[in-house]
């Protein structure tokens, strides 16, 4: 659990100044939930659904106003639901199902589609997805990303023998559409409080936040859908 710790303090930093007080609490937190997560499975849909809604709550924010961030004061909370969970949800829903070829191309596929958007956005974008939040992004940054995203799906499919191309379908186009999200989210929290970076830990990247922001987003929204289409 050292990514999701890293990537919390960061994400405390930025959004309330952390100290080692909060840390320590938010570390516990963290601790609290994989134990729980891990002793008790049959209650991990509850920590999903709580993960599922404070990503959505950050999504209406992006539209609504920026008080659910910036003025909130259980941010050590929503930390634990919006970064840690994800990470514990998603290690043992695989290894409970066997579902590595899913983690895997999960990861893939994200790292596709953030990139097809950066390259296509780059290379032919004009017109602005989001300019408030994020003026570098754009609709054909988006679209080549979705079609990038789709055509990696039907390769993975053919190495599945237990889900078929329309469940691959559905898998990518979460990815591609809750990715985006990710990133504004991200790219929102980020503006309020006037950063570029995360962090610095990782040389030229930022921080762990930075590197593991769509992730975090996507992968409840994932979870979700491989219950459902089980």
Not at 37 to 65: D, E, K, R, T, W
Request: net charge positive; charged share 10%.
């Amino acid at each position: 659990m050292l990514v999701p710790l890293l990537a919390g303090l960061e994400y405390l930093n930025i959004t309330n100044k952390s100290n080692f007080i909060k840390f320590l609490f938010a570390a516990i937190l963290i601790a609290a939930i994989s134990f729980s997560a891990y002793q008790y499975p049959q209650y991990n849909h509850y920590l999903l659904y709580v993960s599922i809604f404070i990503n959505l709550a950050l999504i209406l924010n992006m539209y609504v106003g920026d008080a659910f961030i910036k003025h909130n004061k259980g941010t050590v909370f929503i930390f634990a639901f919006y970064i840690a969970c994800p990470f514990v949800l998603a290690m043992l829903f695989y290894q409970l199902h066997h579902h590595k070829l899913l983690l895997f191309a999960s990861m893939v596929l994200i790292w596709i589609s953030d990139s097809g958007a950066y390259f296509v956005g780059s290379q032919i974008g004009k017109n602005k997805l989001f300019p408030k939040i994020s003026p570098g992004k754009t609709w054909e940054g988006l679209i080549g990303a979705g079609m990038l995203t789709l055509i990696s799906a039907y390769i993975f499919s053919s190495f599945d023998n237990t889900h078929d191309f329309r469940f691959w379908t559905g898998f990518a186009l979460i990815i591609w559409i809750m990715g985006v999200y990710g990133d504004l989210v991200a790219s929102h929290v980020k503006r309020l409080y006037q950063i570029k970076d995360s962090g610095t830990i990782l040389p030229g990247h930022g921080g762990f936040f930075d590197r593991f922001d769509a992730f975090i987003f996507i992968m409840p929204f994932i979870l979700l859908y491989i219950t459902l289409s089980s």
